[in-house]
């Protein structure tokens, strides 16, 4: 089992960029770690995923302005916002998921505003 602590939430001005981490307590070199966003009275939406080698797919929102990756020897997969919107606030979560196993993190706050 692995425990996930996000980090890397913030206020941020429209057009600007973050960069989110999710770190785990041991090796998630075998899971696929997805970014997940849940706004206030909205549902939690999946944001991104990568496998385990590496491949990555992207909801039709952040296409071309958000981009996960994940470095292995660190145990950390990372998402790089970029051109944030608004529309981008939420509290971001990240999820490993291994066969039958998964686990969540806590969450941390994005907050695209002026």
């Known amino acids: 089992q692995v425990q996930l602590v996000e980090s890397g939430g913030d206020l941020v001005q429209p057009g600007g960029s973050l960069r989110l981490s999710c770190a785990a307590s041991?090796?998630?070199?075998?899971?696929?770690v997805s970014w997940y966003r849940q706004a206030p009275g909205q549902q939690r939406d999946l944001v991104a995923h990568?496998?385990?080698?590496?491949?990555?797919h992207y909801v039709d929102s952040v296409k071309g302005r958000f981009t996960i990756s994940r470095d292995n020897a660190k145990n950390t997969v990372y998402l790089q916002m970029n051109s944030l919107k608004p529309e981008d606030t939420a509290v971001y979560y990240c999820?490993?998921?291994?066969?039958?196993?998964?686990?969540w993190g806590q969450g941390t706050q994005v907050t695209v505003s002026s």
């Open positions: 041991g090796s998630i070199r075998f899971y696929i």
């Open positions: 990568i496998t385990s080698v590496g491949s990555t």
């Open positions: 999820k490993a998921a291994r066969g039958n196993y998964l686990s």
